[in-house]
């Protein structure tokens, strides 16, 4: 009976030895599996990094004449909705724009540039304040697509990243060169526009309390000529 006892007692000890290196082995790829998760972690920062240095450059040539695209948003509503990017079934369009002219006016929030020579020229305001909200440039661009991402969490956060950008590499370095009214510039940007945004004043009118009614444009590339 001993005989049979220590073949046995082998036996368990071996089945033993071979779970605990299962379980070793388990948890080893379960560590290795959240390394690779954290490795591979979406990280909004970088991704609106290469997005401004590598996709963007790349979609700016496609960019609209903005006192062209004014005078479609006075005038065919339904032609300037074809002309900008939708995100799902918004009613807000975006769009890329560029443009020249002279400054006009100038606030702690932006600078009015009219786009052309004559005094009722179209007059759009470039954002140039020191925080930059929404998602123009995001949308406008037509890069970056909702269904790529897991939650809209981190969709946002890039417009976040983007705005962060714009602030620091081209408001701050703009704003540095001391630009003043009737001083000339040369622009490309972003806006974001409402299907209703000209029903009631048209933009580079004034609206019933006097405020003159602009359009909004996010600076992507922003110089004085």
């Not at 990094?49 to 963007?56: E, H």
């Not at 040369?186 to 309390?209: C, M, N, Y």
Request: charged share 25%.
């Amino acid at each position: 009976m001993e005989k049979l006892k220590t073949p046995a007692k082998w036996i368990l000890t071996g089945l033993g030895l071979a779970l605990l290196l299962c379980v070793s082995i388990r948890l080893e790829k379960s560590d290795q599996r959240r390394a690779r998760m954290k490795t591979f972690q979406f990280d909004a920062a970088d991704y609106a990094r290469d997005f401004w240095d590598i996709g963007l450059p790349e979609v700016l040539s496609q960019s609209l004449e903005a006192r062209t695209l004014i005078r479609l948003f006075n005038t065919d509503m339904n032609a300037a909705i074809e002309q900008g990017q939708t995100l799902g079934e918004s009613r807000v369009h975006a769009y890329l724009l560029k443009g020249s002219g002279t400054i006009v006016t100038m606030d702690k929030k932006g600078i009015a540039v009219r786009l052309d020579e004559s005094e009722s020229g179209a007059t759009v305001r470039i954002l140039t304040g020191p925080f930059i909200s929404g998602n123009a440039i995001r949308d406008a661009s037509g890069l970056v697509n909702v269904s790529d991402f897991s939650d809209t969490m981190k969709f946002n956060r890039i417009s976040s990243h983007i705005n962060k950008i714009v602030v620091t590499e081209v408001i701050k370095p703009f704003l540095e060169t001391s630009p003043e009214i009737g001083q000339q510039v040369t622009f490309f940007g972003a806006a974001e526009v409402a299907e209703d945004a000209t029903e009631q004043t048209p933009f580079g009118s004034k609206d019933k309390h006097g405020k003159a009614h602009l359009l909004s444009i996010v600076p992507i590339r922003l110089v004085r000529n």
